[in-house]
């Protein structure tokens, strides 16, 4: 009876059932739950997913969370959800990977030296991803007056575009084949 909604989507999604019996702390049955019950919340196993790879300390477990979400999406299309909620909310477990990828890259390379921005484009942007997306992202920075410091600025841009395309790869978000990327020099200015 404790168990995460998500969780139990996953569980009924991975044997196939549409019911589940919910157990107390003694073991006793207290009730039985039903997929179609479970749809409702599917903003729910979201928030959860969100909360936890906010949480996470490591690539690794970024990458453990976010191969949750097929199973998840399968549950929810299978019981009904609409694809456009099930879309934005893969497009929200990607927006929420992508933030805490840069804050874990920024704590490794230090502080930004100017002020920047990390931009989601195509489908992320619209919040109309599927398990198949691939990445599409930018880095608009400060530029200084003076080249020396403005091509130290350039390389920890140049570093940190590479570190959260290559771990948003790592969880799943593959790298665009047109290289629409904040790794690929055009697409940092």
Known sequence: ENTPIYQALMYMEEKGVQHLAIEDERG??????RIKELVQFHRYGSIVLTREINRANSIVEITN???????LTRALLE??????????MISTLCDSTTIRLLELAIAELGPPPAKFVFIAMGSQARHEQTLLTD???AIIYAQLDDIYQQEQVDRYFARLGDSVCNNLNRAGYALCKGQIMASNPHWRC
Do not use: F, M, W
């Open 65 to 71: 969370l976010t191969e949750r979400s097929p199973a």
């Open 79 to 88: 019981s009904g959800g609409k694809p456009n909620n099930i879309t934005s």
């Open 135 to 137: 990445q599409d992202n």
């Open 28 to 33: 006793e049955i207290t009730g039985v739950i």
